[in-house]
């Protein structure tokens, strides 16, 4: 039997430059991201991962597996010198939105309604 795996949103603003936008898109592009990230997605336990722009603001939903820890991924991310080589590099890119607390990208975002049909008279 499959498990459901757990669905995690965030956002993140890019800087407002037309030009850094397109550069940001070009790393994310399908199979350019360096291989080295992705396999470090990969061993946190994260299933899938999509980005989706509109302007500046970027909306990431992260599938993960049962196993997934958020801190382990962090510590994962900490201790591995390529991680922090691209996460320094998307620095040039991104910046934090408004609420965020000092030195984080990524805010996960608070679900605020999912249609639940089972609800629904015919």
């Given at each position: 039997m499959a498990t459901k795996n757990t669905r995690y949103c965030y956002s993140c603003d890019l800087k407002d430059d037309p030009k850094l936008i397109e550069e940001y898109k070009a790393y994310h592009a399908i199979g350019t991201a360096w291989p080295e990230v992705t396999q470090s997605i990969k061993d946190a336990g994260i299933v899938d991962m999509e980005i989706y722009l509109?302007?500046?603001r970027m909306f990431m939903i992260v599938e993960v597996s049962d196993d997934f820890v958020?801190?382990?991924k962090s510590e994962?991310?900490?201790n591995n010198p390529k991680v922090q080589e691209w996460e320094k590099l998307m620095w040039k890119y991104q910046q934090q939105l408004p609420w965020a607390k000092d030195g984080v990208k990524w805010v996960e975002?608070?679900?605020i309604f999912k249609v639940d049909?089972?609800?629904l008279v015919n």
């Open positions: 509109i302007g500046n958020p801190g382990r994962m991310d900490a975002l608070e679900q049909y089972s609800q």
